[in-house]
């Protein structure tokens, strides 16, 4: 049975292609976690921190598939509820 995260992430569904109406409105924070590990990766020294990152709106879709391609595959793992 999939799991309820405790804590979400904002995402704004902005994409370089285009925006898309189905993206979620947030992630599971521990996907959060991992997609913060690629902008890292590519900021180093410059990244923002996480949390203020959720301040200001999240990471967009573009940003998630671009620093954790797998992400939509994480997902399969977590149910929902709608507000």
């Given amino acids: ?19 898309r109406p ?8 521990t996907l959060a976690e991992s997609v913060y590990d690629g902008y890292v990766a590519k900021f180093g020294d410059h990244a923002v921190p996480l949390e203020d990152i959720a301040r200001l709106g ?3 879709v573009s940003e998630i598939e671009d620093y954790c391609p797998n992400w ?3 997902l399969e793992n977590y149910s929902f509820d709608d507000p």
């Fill in 1 to 19: 049975m999939p799991q309820s995260p405790e804590r979400t992430f904002p995402v704004y569904s902005w994409h370089r292609e285009g925006r």
């Fill in 22 to 29: 189905n993206w979620p409105i947030s992630i599971p924070w």
């Fill in 58 to 60: 999240g990471f967009s």
């Fill in 72 to 74: 939509m595959k994480q």
